[in-house]
């Protein structure tokens, strides 16, 4: 009987990260700009399916993104709270499992109590190094997908790859310069080029 042998050090596939943005890239955008209830969620075409795919293939699921509607006092973070729980119930429910949500709810100019700064408000990389130090995985072998500038400088920053997506605000809306190394008609379609091995990396 054959015995299945671990890989040799250094020679196995590095642990890899995909930080998907929450609205505009993994959720479609209500005309008022942010969700107000939960059954208002409604995921981007096919992200579903193609999220659990890179799961079963290795890939950790991470959810980032700024709450404006929070932190702006649009909506009770009790209220937030349901959303979130409903994200992640749909996730779940289609088999995909985010290792951890960093989705930040503070600005430092928003109000009480969310008008502090986090590490885990984007551009900021809080939540690529946190975790590459929890999770070990390998940020240069990790892509960051967004909808906006701000998400991808993030990714910039903390030195990993960088999609972007049509489906919300557009990574044209001159806020930072930056240059995805892919961008694409929605989240689904990135994940099935870097998936499959042939996009074009730096």
Sequence with gaps: MHRSLPSLPGTGQPRR????????????VPARGFLTHAEEIDFTPDALEVLFQAAQSGWNVYLVGNESSVHSGAVE???????????????????????????????PEGQ?????????RLPN???????AQADGISLPHSWVIGDETIDLVAGWRAGCHMA????GAAVQDGALHVEPEIL???????????SSGTAVTR
């Design 17 to 28: 990260g995909l930080f998907v943005d929450h609205l505009g890239t993994l959720l479609q």
């Design 77 to 107: 973070e009790s209220v937030w709270a349901e959303i979130h729980d409903g994200i992640l119930a749909g996730l779940r429910t289609h088999g995909v499992c985010p290792v951890r949500s960093y989705i930040c709810i503070d600005h």
């Design 112 to 120: 009480a109590p969310n008008n502090k700064d986090s590490v885990y």
């Design 125 to 131: 990389t809080g939540a690529m190094y946190h975790a």
């Design 164 to 167: 972007g997506v049509r489906t």
């Design 184 to 194: 694409a008609d929605n989240l689904a379609a990135v994940v099935r080029e870097v």
